[in-house]
């Protein structure tokens, strides 16, 4: 099964849980890193790394650990002939999702991962916003300003705002999506869920009651 199918058949599950706000192609780690879906449901947020039949999976340990610095639980989402290389290749704090014909099944449940990297979480968040945190005007790169505040702030500090951060970056394609998906998803529905809201469309957003309340309600929990 090709990876894009893999990846319609596992929204289609995810889109059910009422709480789920979902992301595809989420890039972390200042860019150099890309989870194929990611979830966001209840302050935590969850990646997806898609392994058919056909795939590579030379570099999936490597993938895992630096999902591990970000994401609050990881799975590997896979198909019957290739599990049990998958079981192989990954940690027991991994979990694993069984994709058969048009249904998801969890084969294995993740652990909540708690040990995070700060610059990791850092790298997601706005540079505009970063430069509002730190506390000295003097750095303009912004592995510089991810470094500071790291420093200056705790871990749990930095997971709130990197995961309403994450949230911003997904929720206006997700609410895009949901308003425009049939009763089957299709490959454009996929590219919409993929793309970046303008910046004209986010500020229009910010000021939307829904927006607000989903926003200034969200909670890393503890």
Request: charged residues 30%.
């Amino acid at each position: 099964m090709k990876e894009i199918e893999i990846k319609k058949i596992l929204i289609e599950s995810l889109v059910t849980h009422a709480n789920n706000v979902i992301g595809s192609e989420f890039r972390f780690d200042f860019g150099t890193r890309r989870a194929d879906v990611i979830s966001i449901s209840e302050g935590k947020i969850t990646a997806y790394e898609i392994k058919g039949a056909g795939d590579n999976t030379d570099r999936l340990e490597n993938q895992i650990e630096s999902y591990k610095k970000y994401f609050d639980q990881c799975f590997v989402v896979c198909e019957k002939s290739n599990i049990d290389i998958i079981r192989k290749k990954t940690p027991r704090s991994v979990g694993i999702l069984l994709v058969e014909g048009k249904f998801v099944k969890q084969v294995r449940k993740p652990y909540q991962i708690k040990s995070h990297d700060k610059i990791a979480l850092a790298s997601t968040i706005d540079i505009r916003l970063l430069r509002k945190l730190v506390t000295t005007k003097k750095l303009k790169s912004k592995h510089e300003l991810c470094q500071h505040l790291s420093k200056q702030i705790s871990l749990d500090e930095m997971r709130i705002i990197s995961r309403s951060e994450a949230f911003k970056k997904i929720i206006i394609p997700f609410e895009t999506f949901l308003k425009e998906v049939g009763e089957e998803i299709h490959s454009d529905d996929i590219l919409t869920l993929t793309r970046m809201p303008s910046i004209e469309l986010f500020l229009h957003s910010e000021s939307g009651s829904r927006r607000h309340v989903i926003v200034h309600s969200y909670r890393y929990p503890k």
